[in-house]
Nanobody, 117 residues
């Protein structure tokens, strides 16, 4: 299974970006698709997640600004990021958890998001 993330870039504070992550290959039953981020000197943290049942979860600091969504037919997850702040600057990684031969997890290659003040 491969995850291809795109949509990162440089944006001014208050701006918006939309990240996309498409899964391809031998895809089983996807249970969760989510986004993590890792800023320099900090641990990777969960930003937003959506389960196959449509339940969503957000990091407190992004609630009301970020929206996660899925296109199950395309095995694609999106992260709409609005009102971006400099502290949102990080490498963003998509992640998939699914039932294949067993429980499987995959990571995308990461996409850089830089928010200037």
């Amino acid at each position: 299974v491969q995850l291809q993330a795109s949509g990162g870039g440089l944006v001014q504070a208050g701006g918006s970006l939309r990240l996309s992550c498409a899964a391809s290959g031998k895809i089983g039953s996807i249970n969760v698709m989510d986004w993590y981020r890792e800023a320099p000197g900090k641990q990777r943290e969960l930003v937003a997640a959506e389960t196959s049942g449509g339940v969503t979860q957000y990091l407190d600091s992004v609630k009301g600004r970020f929206t996660i969504s899925r296109d199950s037919a395309k095995n694609t997850v999106y992260l709409q990021m609005n009102s971006l702040k400099p502290e949102d600057t990080a490498v963003y990684y998509c992640h998939v958890g699914m039932h294949g031969m067993g429980w499987e997890e995959y990571w995308g290659q990461g996409t850089q998001v830089t928010v200037s003040s």
